[in-house]
C-alpha cells in the first residue's frame, strides 16, 4: 500500500506508525513536510513550499487563515508531482 504521511512538522503525532508501516515490505511510505530541516529514517521525504506568505495588507482575523489556504495549496501541489511520478 501507498501511504502519505502529511504534516507542516512531521513526524509530529505520526512518527511511530510511519516507521512501523515502513519496515513492512508492503508499504512504500512518503511523508509531506514544510521542514527541510528534519529527516526520519528511511522514509521518503517530499517538502511543500508555500509562494507566498499572508498578504501584510490582509485583515488581522483572516490572515490565519490566508496562511492556512496557502499551505494547503502549496501540499496539494507537491502532492500532484509524487501522483504524477507515480506515487
Known amino acids: 500500500m501507498k501511504v502519505l504521511f502529511v ?3 512531521f513526524p509530529a ?5 510511519a516507521a512501523w508501516m515502513t519496515a513492512q515490505p508492503q508499504h512504500q ?3 509531506l ?4 530541516d528534519v529527516n526520519y529514517g528511511n522514509i521518503t521525504k ?3 513550499k ?3 506568505e499572508a498578504s501584510e495588507n ?3 482575523y483572516i490572515k490565519p487563515i490566508e496562511a492556512a ?7 496539494y501541489r507537491t502532492a500532484a508531482t509524487l501522483k504524477k511520478q507515480g506515487f
Do not use: C, D, K, S
Open 13 to 17: 503525532q505520526f512518527g511511530r506508525m
Open 58 to 60: 490582509t485583515h488581522p
Open 33 to 36: 513536510t514544510r521542514r527541510e
Open 7 to 9: 504534516h507542516q512538522n
Open 69 to 75: 489556504i496557502l499551505q494547503g495549496q502549496a501540499a
Open 50 to 52: 508555500e509562494h507566498r
Open 29 to 31: 511510505v512518503v511523508y
Open 46 to 48: 517530499a517538502i511543500f
